[in-house]
């Protein structure tokens, strides 16, 4: 089936700790979003990717980091620079630059510890 | 002033009546809209998109275009318990940016 596998759906940080968040699609989607849920708020976009080999800064960019080497992967760090990692995180992807919606992952809980 | 406003609710309604859901941006020249559907602790699923003015139904759903008053609604007919969820409006920025912009979401409760 195709679809969009997010990794680990939990994680624990420690303070001063990089983390990595994985994202992997099948869907031969060109273009991937990370986004940041925090509880009674909308969805934040941090960066998103619309051709591999590059990405741009979303709203909230600072304290992540990304890379976009294949096609069907979207790594997102976090990095000890964003000082309230704790949320919900989710991926997403689209074709035709996402005219028909985004698809989500079903989303990875990062809380620091 | 947000870019995508929704009453954060909750929104109760009794099983089987109509639940109207309300979003509004504030991108004149946006042209893409979409309702998600979120479960507690669940990710987002896309219900319905709307492009044009008027209209759009699918079973239960419809969704409702105002381009001029910068307003799109979610209708739905029939509420069930399992519809009980939030329900997130998002709107598509306009090109270069393709980016989907998403309200807080409004909770819908429906109880028997």
């Known amino acids: 089936d195709g679809g969009i596998t997010q990794s680990p759906k939990y994680l624990f940080r420690k303070e001063g700790q990089n983390v990595t968040l994985s994202c992997e699609q099948n869907?031969?989607?060109?273009?991937m979003y990370w986004y940041r849920q925090d509880p009674g708020q909308g969805l934040r976009l941090i960066y998103y990717?619309?051709?591999?080999?590059?990405?741009q800064k979303g709203d909230i960019a600072e304290g992540y980091s990304v890379s976009r080497e294949k096609k069907e992967s979207f790594p997102l760090t976090v990095t000890s620079a964003q000082k309230n990692p704790t949320a919900f995180y989710l991926c997403?992807?689209?074709?035709?630059?996402?005219?028909?919606?985004?698809?989500f992952g079903s989303g990875t809980r990062l809380t620091v510890v | 002033q947000k870019e995508v406003e929704q009453n954060s609710g909750p929104l109760s309604v009794p099983e089987g009546a109509i639940a109207s859901l309300n979003c509004t941006y504030s991108d004149r020249v946006s042209q893409s809209f979409f309702w998600y559907r979120q479960y507690s602790g669940k990710s987002p699923e896309l219900i319905m998109s709307?492009?044009?003015?008027g209209d759009k139904e699918d079973g239960r759903f419809t969704a409702q275009l105002n381009k001029a008053s910068q307003y799109v609604s979610l209708l739905i007919r029939d509420s069930q318990p399992s519809d009980s969820a939030t329900y997130l409006c998002?709107?598509?920025?306009?090109?270069?940016?393709?980016?989907?912009?998403f309200g807080a979401g409004t909770r819908l409760a429906v109880h028997p």
């Open positions: 990717s619309q051709i591999v080999n590059d990405f």
């Open positions: 709307i492009y044009s003015n």
């Open positions: 997403a992807s689209s074709v035709d630059r996402g005219q028909n919606g985004y698809t």
């Open positions: 998002a709107v598509m920025n306009p090109p270069p940016g393709n980016k989907l912009i």
């Open positions: 869907l031969n989607h060109d273009a």
